[in-house]
């Protein structure tokens, strides 16, 4: 790549970072996407800050950084029980117009408060490094529900019994806000509608804990600051919700929108015309047979006119005559690829982890004891993104790889894992890094691909800092438990890459283990957090080694799923699973297609849930141009069976949906 592109692509970087507050997550938005509150300014009495904020007034404790709710309607509940560990005592507060500060001497930090487009905004600055742990949230007797970005998203009963035990596998358990979960928020539900939404601004170095305690479920949220990673600023900023299940993802998606931080579909279509063939369209990986021109007809011959077309690099990628064909039947077609991997070249076992000397391993990530941090699966290690990023004008790795891999054709590219937010700090001399730089790094390659490339560009489990640079996201929609790691891993269980061109570990069919399938797909649970703030902007399904029929027990819903939230099926296709299930995913895919091409560039912009067993679900998309409602029960709701969707178009008659034979 040239110098000129090079440029190019740090000043669309530049873009597409917005206002983060360390590296890439975008600016301040209202509440509630009005700014309407009240104007009385912010008021010190002895240890006392009161702050006004949409709906109400926030109240700070000094003395332990406890928070309080003051709604309009005289309703009081905790937003932060206090700090945990000791502060010390507090300095003096002064006050200087709508901001309001302080200083723990003790602990070398400084707070300081304001009310900034209807919310409490925090921000706590170390002089040191140290760690924080606060605010503490969801700790109100009345406190119902607990809201996590857990992939698409999960609403969790707080004083449920279940979700409380080791069953669950969610209390004890944390995720990091940049790399745990989707979006760095989380929301709480109270009884009598209300609720408060949180937003982590600096997510790099937070940890979000899931603790319970006397049967309740509530969090605490660790902050590091480190000197050296540049996150000695920790900023969360409160607010009031109307207690939704949805509430935190709309205050969410108005926090991001104030400086521009969502870029639409239609933006991204406008600009890239190919992109519009993601509408209506299934995603699926390709093997075997599924990846040659006679593969191509077969899907066409099923009456598939929409479809996202992926192949694995595993040295048999789709040649010219399928690719063409395939674009000649309006599909996209992209190879997987990572940049993330490198491994001896004499030895790899893939060969996206091939790369020309001396990549491996002077690109290397290594550690603070100078070591070289070992790859995914144990394997070569994970390569610097800095390393790259400062060896490409003169080395063209990314240029080379990137035309070597689109030889055939393809218009479209899924780089793995550099949405997800697994960042490094890089310890080489030749190459130090931060983590907020590896971010940078990561957004200025990924815009580099769907900008000046033209690639319709996909990443994994892709986090809502990256929703600027991506058409779409495979593993975003799944709330994946840890244990799946852990069974994927079980080869026996699970499956492996053998036999060649169909390997069992995306074909063979599995059953999950029944608190693991409780916890990622029973729809009680359920939310979709994820599509109510990108639901126009970035197409996301769930993991590509999760195809649709790799888990039989759990396609019913699956299905249903994808309808409700106007979001396609991602599967993995060879002839004999379009033996298999071939007519079925043509008739999902034929429901689906009018109603995403409806609803796709709009927003979701409602989410009910129509029975007190939750079971019942109804979302809308833009104003009432497509709404969704699914019967996940096993009775009849107002007319429409069980195991049932039924969609309405505005303006247009019911059409239903009730998967056989699943």
């Known amino acids: 790549m040239s110098k000129r592109k090079i440029k190019k692509a740090r000043k669309k970087v530049a873009a597409v970072s917005g206002a983060l507050a360390v590296i890439g997550v975008i600016g301040t938005a209202t509440a509630f996407g009005t700014g309407t509150h009240d104007h009385r300014g912010i008021e010190a009495h002895g240890d006392r800050l009161t702050v006004p904020v949409a709906g109400g007034r926030a109240e700070v404790d000094v003395a332990s950084l406890a928070v309080r709710a003051r709604a309009d309607d005289g309703r009081t509940w905790p937003l932060s029980a206090p700090a945990a560990g000791s502060l010390g005592s507090a300095g003096?507060?002064?006050?200087?117009?709508?901001?309001?500060?302080?200083?723990?001497?003790?602990?070398?930090?400084?707070?300081?408060?304001?009310?900034?487009?209807?919310?409490?905004?925090?921000?706590?600055?170390?002089?040191?490094?140290?760690?924080?742990?606060?605010?503490?949230?969801?700790?109100?007797?009345?406190?119902?529900?607990?809201?996590i970005p857990r992939g698409e998203g999960l609403s969790v009963p707080v004083t449920d019994k279940w979700w409380n035990s080791a069953s669950a596998g969610l209390a004890g358990s944390q995720a990091g806000m940049a790399d745990g979960l989707t979006m760095p928020f989380w929301g709480t539900s109270q009884s009598g509608r209300h609720g408060a939404s949180y937003i982590a601004e600096t997510d790099i170095g937070t940890t979000l804990k899931f603790v319970s305690t006397h049967g309740r479920l509530h969090t605490e949220t660790e902050h590091r600051f480190s000197p050296k990673e540049s996150t000695t600023d920790y900023t969360v900023t409160f607010a009031l919700t109307d207690g939704s299940p949805v509430a935190a993802a709309r205050d969410y998606?108005?926090?991001?929108?104030?400086?521009?931080?969502?870029?639409?579909?239609?933006?991204?279509?406008?600009?890239?015309?190919?992109?519009?063939?993601?509408?209506?369209?299934?995603?699926?990986?390709?093997?075997?047979?599924?990846?040659?021109?006679?593969?191509?007809?077969?899907?066409?011959?099923?009456?598939i006119d929409r479809m996202w077309i992926g192949y694995d690099a595993d040295g048999s990628p789709m040649n010219h005559a399928a690719t063409d064909l395939a674009k000649r039947a309006g599909y996209l077609v992209g190879p997987y690829d990572s940049w993330a991997n490198a491994q001896d070249p004499a030895?790899?076992?893939?060969?996206?982890?091939?790369?020309?000397?001396?990549?491996?391993?002077?690109?290397?990530?290594?550690?603070?004891?100078?070591?070289?941090?070992?790859?995914?699966?144990?394997?070569?290690?994970?390569?610097?993104?800095?390393?790259?990023?400062?060896a490409e004008p003169a080395r063209h790795y990314l240029a080379d790889r990137t035309r070597e891999m689109t030889a055939a054709g393809a218009t479209s590219y899924f780089l793995d894992v550099d949405a997800a937010g697994e960042l490094f700090t890089d310890h080489s001399p030749a190459h130090p890094m931060t983590q907020a730089q590896d971010r940078r790094n990561r957004l200025a390659r990924m815009a580099w691909l769907s900008g000046d490339r033209k690639l319709v560009l996909g990443s994994e489990s892709a986090g809502s800092w990256a929703n600027r640079v991506l058409a779409f996201s495979h593993g975003s929609g799944t709330p994946v438990d840890d244990r799946l790691w852990k069974l994927e891993r079980d080869r026996a269980t699970w499956g492996g890459y053998a036999p060649y061109g169909a390997p069992a570990i995306f074909f063979k069919p599995v059953h999950l283990p029944a608190d693991v399938a409780k916890a990622m797909y029973?729809?009680?649970?359920?939310?979709?957090l994820y599509q109510t703030v990108l639901h126009d902007s970035v197409i996301s399904t769930e993991r590509w080694e999760l195809s649709w029929s790799k888990l039989p027990d759990q396609s019913r819903t699956r299905a249903l799923l994808a309808m409700l939230y106007n979001v396609p099926l991602n599967m993995v296709l060879d002839k004999t699973e379009l033996d298999q299930h071939g007519r079925q995913i043509a008739a999902l895919q034929k429901y689906f297609e009018p109603l995403h091409k409806a609803a796709a560039t709009e927003p979701m912009t409602d989410f009910r849930?129509?029975?007190?067993?939750?079971?019942?679900?109804?979302?809308?998309?833009?104003?009432?141009?497509?709404?969704?409602?699914?019967?996940?029960?096993?009775?009849?709701?107002?007319?429409?069976?069980?195991?049932?969707?039924?969609?309405?178009?505005?303006?247009?008659?019911?059409q239903r949906l009730c998967p056989e034979g699943l």
């Not at 067993?613 to 104003?623: A, E, N, P, S």
């Not at 019967?631 to 969609?647: I, K, R, W």
Request: with cysteine.
């Open 92 to 147: 003096e507060i002064s006050v200087h117009g709508e901001k309001a500060a302080w200083r723990y001497p003790a602990r070398g930090l400084t707070v300081t408060a304001s009310a900034r487009d209807g919310r409490l905004a925090m921000t706590v600055h170390a002089d040191r490094g140290t760690t924080l742990n606060w605010p503490v949230t969801g700790t109100a007797p009345d406190t119902t529900e607990l809201q």
């Open 253 to 303: 998606r108005a926090w991001l929108q104030k400086h521009g931080g969502i870029t639409t579909l239609r933006e991204k279509i406008a600009r890239n015309p190919e992109a519009g063939k993601l509408v209506g369209a299934f995603h699926a990986y390709t093997w075997g047979q599924a990846r040659t021109p006679e593969g191509i007809r077969r899907l066409r011959d099923l009456g």
């Open 347 to 390: 030895s790899a076992d893939t060969s996206v982890s091939k790369w020309p000397a001396p990549v491996w391993p002077d690109a290397c990530v290594r550690g603070a004891d100078g070591k070289i941090v070992t790859g995914f699966g144990g394997r070569g290690c994970y390569v610097s993104s800095e390393a790259l990023r400062k």
């Open 522 to 528: 029973d729809p009680r649970y359920r939310v979709p």
């Open 609 to 654: 849930r129509l029975t007190p067993d939750h079971l019942v679900q109804r979302t809308t998309f833009g104003d009432g141009t497509l709404t969704m409602t699914a019967n996940f029960s096993t009775t009849s709701h107002d007319g429409l069976p069980a195991g049932c969707v039924e969609a309405v178009a505005k303006g247009g008659k019911a």
